[in-house]
Every structure is written in structure tokens, then in C-alpha cells.
């Protein structure tokens, strides 16, 4: 499908705003529609938002848009204290022929308090924003004391895509949309395999009601330190196992031992780590990185130096 055309001008551009709980699958959907995009005619414009190095997600991406294409917001929640940036940001994105931008916020963002603020200020160039939810259908509602935070994120959103559908029950799927549904009974629930990118710039915004939420609790600390290479794989796990559940997300870029080139690796809320690829070199160095209250460098650092000390006992003997 082709932008929405008004009265015979250039088409106005849609705005996307990715959200979901930590580790739902946010950026695997970033890629995704990036990639179906920029191989399709259009011109996406990309902006991540992390608490911590977004630079290190964005780098990424390098491989299907432009650097001039891509903005990271390093270190703010741009549902509150960093709208104005977002904002700014988003006004300042150059006019294209068939542009689209694509926003992936934060996983604590308060996405129905995102919504209202980001749809004020903006150029008349742009469409109202739409939302699209990414939700881990094997921990919704699993987080404990944060399944208020994961609640709100699905409320406002036209479309909720569903993950890890493979590792769950018949009955739990739909459980899962049955538990949407009454949160949103005007979203349209679906895999996130079954999504189809084309028809993202038709979509209109949520007139859903959100609950209200306290947003200041899920202003979470986090932190990050320099990542020297590590002897070995099992080192990342180590690490990962070292750092307490209180930290709900775990990301690091370094070299593991004698294998070319950069990995990525992250642990989400449930536990489960993951390790990938890295495109290029990182710009801000390796790094380990830390999202979740108690997030503290003497932690991060001393779950680093561990991993480090078992190595060497692994390798002398």
C-alpha cells in the first residue's frame, strides 16, 4: 500500500511506535519492518530510545538504513523527560518521497502517557502516531510486581503482536488474547509472523482508554561498564547467572575468544540469554550493560571479573 494522499498533496508520513515490555521482541520487529521497508520503495527514518547506549542497538541497523537514517535517544524515557527531544527529533526528520518513521521505545515506557504527548507538536507533514505492542506471550503477566507497567503497554496500541507462541500451550494463547482483548477490546491481536508490513501506513491511531499508572516506579535505574574479550562462551553465561533477578535486562557486545568479529549477547526478564552476531565494530567500545532496579557498575563489574577467574581455572586445567 502506497502513503495516505490528502486532498492531491504529498502524502503525509506515518509515524510507528514500537513498544513492550523488556525483551518482548521490540527490535527483532524494529528489523523486520526496517528491512521489509527499505527493500520496498520506501525511506524509513529510525529512532531508538534506551536507558542505557541505545548507540549499541542502532548500530544494528546500519546494514538497512542510511547513519542518516537512524537516530539513538541515549539515557531519558521519552514518554516524560525526553518528549521534547523525541519531539525535536521527529520535526527535524528531512521529507522524502514515501518516508515512514519508525520509533522503538524504551521497554518501561508508559506507552498511553507516549501516545498523547507525542501526537502534540508535530509538523502537519505526519500522520497522527499509531502504536503496535510487541508481547511475550509465554511471561505476560509473569513479571511479578511489573505487570502493572506491561498492562499499560498494550492499552492504547491499534495492533498487538504476539511472540514465543511456539513455546506455549493452545490454552495459554488464548488466554493471552482473551486477557488483550479486555484491555484493549479494539486492538487486533496477532503472531507477529503474521503481520503484514503493508498495510502499517493505513492504520489508524487507538481511541482505547488506558488505566491510569503510576509511571514513576518503573523509572528504573541502570548502568553500564567497559567489557574486556572473554576467554569463552560459557563466560557470558556466567555473567548473565551472576547478576541478581532484580536487574531485568542484561545486554553486552565484546569479543569471545578466538572467533572474528563482534557478539552480542542479552539476558531478558525470564531468564533467558541470547547471543547473536554483532554488525561492525562498536562506536562506544564494548560494554556491558545493566537495565532493572539494583543496576549498579560494582555489580556488573565483579560478575565480569568472576566469569574472568573461572576461565582461567577452565583453561589451566
Not at 55 to 83: F, H, M, R
Not at 195 to 220: G, I, V, Y
Amino acid at each position: 500500500m502506497e502513503p495516505i494522499e490528502q486532498d492531491g498533496q504529498q502524502p503525509k508520513e506515518a509515524i510507528v511506535a514500537l513498544v513492550g515490555f523488556l525483551g518482548a521482541g521490540k527490535t527483532t520487529l524494529l528489523k523486520r519492518l526496517t528491512q521489509a521497508y527499505a527493500s520496498s520503495g520506501w525511506s524509513p527514518f529510525v529512532i531508538l530510545n534506551d536507558y542505557e547506549n541505545a548507540y549499541l542497538d542502532a548500530q544494528q541497523l546500519t546494514e538497512l538504513v542510511a547513519p542518516n537514517w537512524l537516530k539513538a535517544l541515549n539515557g531519558s524515557c521519552i514518554c516524560c523527560s525526553g518528549i521534547q527531544e523525541l519531539r525535536g527529533e521527529v520535526n527535524r526528520i528531512p521529507e522524502r518521497k514515501r518516508g515512514i518513521t519508525l520509533i522503538e521505545a524504551n521497554g518501561t515506557s508508559d506507552a498511553a502517557k507516549l501516545m498523547g504527548f507525542l501526537g502534540v507538536g508535530l509538523h502537519e507533514r505526519f500522520l497522527p502516531p499509531v502504536q503496535i505492542s510487541v508481547v511475550d506471550a509465554k511471561n505476560w503477566q509473569r513479571r511479578g510486581e511489573h505487570n502493572e507497567l506491561e498492562a499499560n503497554q498494550i492499552q492504547v496500541s491499534t495492533v498487538i503482536l504476539l511472540t514465543r507462541l511456539d513455546q506455549i500451550s493452545d490454552s495459554r494463547h488464548k488466554q493471552v488474547v482473551d486477557e488483550l482483548s479486555t484491555l484493549n477490546p479494539l486492538a487486533t491481536v496477532m503472531p507477529m509472523e503474521a503481520f503484514d508490513h503493508r498495510t502499517l501506513p493505513q492504520l489508524q491511531p487507538s481511541s482505547n482508554q488506558a488505566l491510569p499508572m503510576a509511571h514513576h516506579k518503573a523509572h528504573w535505574s541502570s548502568c553500564s561498564v567497559d567489557l574486556p574479550p572473554l576467554p569463552d562462551y560459557l563466560c557470558i553465561q556466567e555473567i548473565c547467572d551472576a547478576i541478581g533477578p532484580s536487574v531485568l535486562r542484561i545486554k553486552g557486545c565484546t569479543v569471545v575468544g578466538n572467533r572474528e568479529g563482534y557478539l552480542y549477547f542479552e539476558r531478558c526478564p525470564d531468564g533467558e540469554v541470547y547471543i547473536r552476531p554483532y554488525n561492525g565494530e562498536p562506536e562506544t567500545g564494548t560494554k556491558l550493560l545493566a537495565v532493572g532496579p539494583g543496576s549498579v557498575p560494582e555489580q556488573l563489574n565483579q560478575a565480569v571479573a568472576a566469569s574472568l577467574e573461572s576461565a582461567k581455572s577452565r583453561i589451566s586445567n
